[in-house]
């Protein structure tokens, strides 16, 4: 892809200066007055006290994605616990960090989510600097709300790092905008399986499908059939763009652009490798212009105006 990774930024291999004055516990003030790095943007910085755990999101690919909090706290983690969907790049800038594995991989048995929680709180007693990073944000379809309440119900300080999440950085990376002023007043978030791993048949799809012009699936792929039947039964027509967006975000990025009613034989025709996200809506067609890694790998764009709007779009 035309991004190529981000290198790290250069930050002290030692984190020793981030030590609280005060020594271990977990009553230590949040924040340290000033970064001991020059190289640092000037702000006031906070540290990762022993004892707590930060829920952090690494963002859906793309090292450089990664935010500045969550960068700051893979310098003074001591242990971090970390996803599937997490880069080994991002992994690598916490070499002093003991990385322990709690996701699903290659159909391997995972690790159930109530031992991940409780191995937070037991990493955390031990008085570690204890970083959960997880893909996209930790908040969206992650799990990241079960795992922080744990921490409440025993009493675990932590802090939240939100990322960027896969359904609307993965799709930016495709070039489609979630939101376009000529396309969509709204934007629903679907889940493709609810917890038992079956399409989500509790969701009101004829509601969704009439409230909101761009639906933006995760976890979709198993489930396609379904869902696109649902909406179009609900009445989207067949000829409404659809893109999925696999690997978004890294070298492997691959996008498959469908319709509502081609899109499962589309999938079967073509599989793509997961994670996939799945936006159902106009604002697919928009990548036609704004493939911009296709761009910059010296294409020309496929259509300057694929919403048909006739005139220049910086006009009202
Ligand atoms: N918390 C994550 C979502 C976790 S659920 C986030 O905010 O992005 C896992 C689903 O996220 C995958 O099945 C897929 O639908 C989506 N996903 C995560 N990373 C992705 C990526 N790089 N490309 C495409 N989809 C991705």
Same mark, same amino acid.
């Given at each position: 892809m ?16 981030f ?6 516990g ?21 540290? /990762?006290?022993? %004892?707590?755990?930060?829920?952090? &999101?690494? $963002?859906?690919g793309?090292?450089?994605? =990664?935010?500045? !909090? #969550? ?35 290659g ?19 031990a ?5 959960? /990073?997880?893909? %996209?944000?930790?908040?969206v379809? &992650?799990? $990241? ?5 744990? =921490?409440?119900? !025993? #009493? ?25 002023r ?38 979709g ?7 696109? $039947? ?20 890294t ?11 081609r899109i ?15 936006c159902v ?17 010296g ?18």
């Amino acid at each position: 892809m035309a991004a190529g990774p981000a290198s790290p930024p250069d930050l002290p291999a030692s984190l020793g200066a981030f030590s609280p004055a005060q020594g271990p516990g977990i009553e230590g003030p949040m924040t340290a007055s000033a970064h001991p790095d020059h190289n640092w943007p000037d702000h006031d910085w906070p540290v /990762l006290q022993p %004892g707590w755990v930060w829920l952090c &999101g690494a $963002g859906p690919g793309d090292p450089g994605l =990664l935010t500045l !909090h #969550g960068l700051n706290a893979l310098r003074q983690a001591e242990v971090v616990v970390y996803d599937a969907l997490v880069s080994e790049e991002i992994l690598a800038w916490a070499p002093q960090a003991r990385l322990i594995y709690a996701g699903k991989r290659g159909g391997k048995p995972s690790p159930q989510q109530r031992d991940i929680s409780l191995s937070l709180i037991e990493q955390a007693r031990a008085g570690r600097r204890v970083l959960r /990073l997880k893909g %996209g944000d930790p908040f969206v379809f &992650g799990r $990241g709300g079960e795992e922080a309440q744990t =921490l409440v119900q !025993h #009493g675990i300080p932590f802090r939240i790092v939100p990322g960027i999440t896969a359904g609307i950085g993965g799709l930016a990376y495709a070039g489609i905008p979630v939101t376009h002023r000529d396309v969509n007043q709204a934007v629903t978030f679907v889940t493709g399986h609810d917890a038992t791993g079956a399409a989500p048949t509790s969701l009101d799809w004829g509601a969704i499908a009439r409230g909101s012009q761009v639906i933006v699936i995760y976890m979709g792929i198993k489930h396609i059939a379904q869902i696109a $039947g649902a909406l179009l039964d609900a009445g989207r027509p067949g000829d409404e763009p659809v893109a999925v967006v696999a690997n978004a975000a890294t070298p492997e990025q691959r996008v498959l652009e469908s319709t509502l009613a081609r899109i499962t034989a589309d999938l079967e025709a073509t599989p793509v490798p997961p994670p996939a996200v799945i936006c159902v809506g106009r604002a697919a067609l928009m990548r036609q212009a704004l493939d911009w890694q296709a761009l910059a790998a010296g294409a020309a764009p496929r259509n300057t105006d694929p919403l048909g709007r006739g005139r220049p779009a910086e006009s009202a």
